[in-house]
T-cell receptor, first 112, second 115 residues
Framework: DAKTTQPNSMESNEEEPVHLPCNHS???????IHWYRQLPSQGPEYVIH???SNVNNRMASLAIAEDRKSSTLILHRATLRDAAVYYC?????????????FGTGTLLAVQP | DTGVSQDPRHKITKRGQNVTFRCDPI?????LYWYRQTLGQGPEFLTY????????KSRLLSDRFSAERPKGSFSTLEIQRTEQGDSAMYLC?????????????FGAGSRLTVL
């Protein structure tokens, strides 16, 4: 599985936008980019995914670089509830296995 | 849709004892996964079921670990002769065959402490 690189931690202020970066320079053409987050004492939860085009949903936006070697998860207005570990994961669309391989993610702290 | 349920949420046991965790996935999901997570680390893949068939096992799943999904619905993860290194959060997730992106829904986990 191709690997991703994320900063260990980031800080944001409440009600401000947050841009969480992810590098995936070895991404292949069949890899989806997935983002999950894990709130304290909970299992991970799905946030968003994309292949080539930027994506928006009710939780966040995903901006994908034109060469697909990096992506950015955008939280438009951070709330205290967004404090979590955010994982950027590549999943092989055409692979035989369906597992997700997690890294250590980015710990996002949100200050009031 | 009641989500993915895991039981028990917490288990404290003495070294050498056997423990079993249960996972009830979302009812229409045919894919089921077990992960293990230790403090400060991301979840590590253990094993994957499609219906009742165990299709993949990680090298992390030593011979003391066994997982089953007998009727393609709930699953159990058993750890025999527990060791202190087995202390971790054990996470179960499920997904649907109809999810093209294979979005996983995770349970809240079962936390194991081995004394």
């Amino acid at each position: 599985d191709a690997k991703t690189t994320q900063p260990n931690s980031m800080e944001s202020n409440e009600e401000e936008p947050v841009h969480l970066p992810c590098n995936h320079s070895t991404i292949s053409g069949t890899d989806y980019i997935h983002w999950y987050r894990q709130l304290p004492s909970q299992g991970p939860e799905y946030v968003i995914h994309g292949l080539t085009s930027n994506v928006n949903n009710r939780m966040a936006s995903l901006a994908i670089a034109e060469d697909r070697k990096s992506s950015t998860l955008i939280l438009h207005r951070a709330t205290l509830r967004d404090a979590a570990v955010y994982y950027c994961i590549l999943r092989d669309r055409g692979g035989a296995t369906n597992k997700l391989i997690f890294g250590t993610g980015t710990l996002l702290a949100v200050q009031p | 849709d009641t989500g993915v349920s895991q039981d028990p949420r917490h288990k404290i046991t003495k070294r050498g004892q056997n423990v079993t965790f249960r996972c009830d996935p979302i009812s229409e999901h045919n894919r089921l996964y077990w992960y293990r997570q230790t403090l400060g680390q991301g979840p590590e893949f253990l094993t994957y079921f499609q219906n009742e068939a165990q299709l993949e096992k990680s090298r992390l799943l030593s011979d003391r670990f066994s997982a089953e999904r007998p009727k393609g619905s709930f699953s159990t993860l058993e750890i025999q002769r527990t060791e202190q290194g087995d202390s971790a959060m054990y996470l179960c997730a499920s997904s649907s065959r109809y999810s093209g992106a294979n979005v996983l829904t995770f349970g809240a986990g079962s936390r194991l402490t081995v004394l």
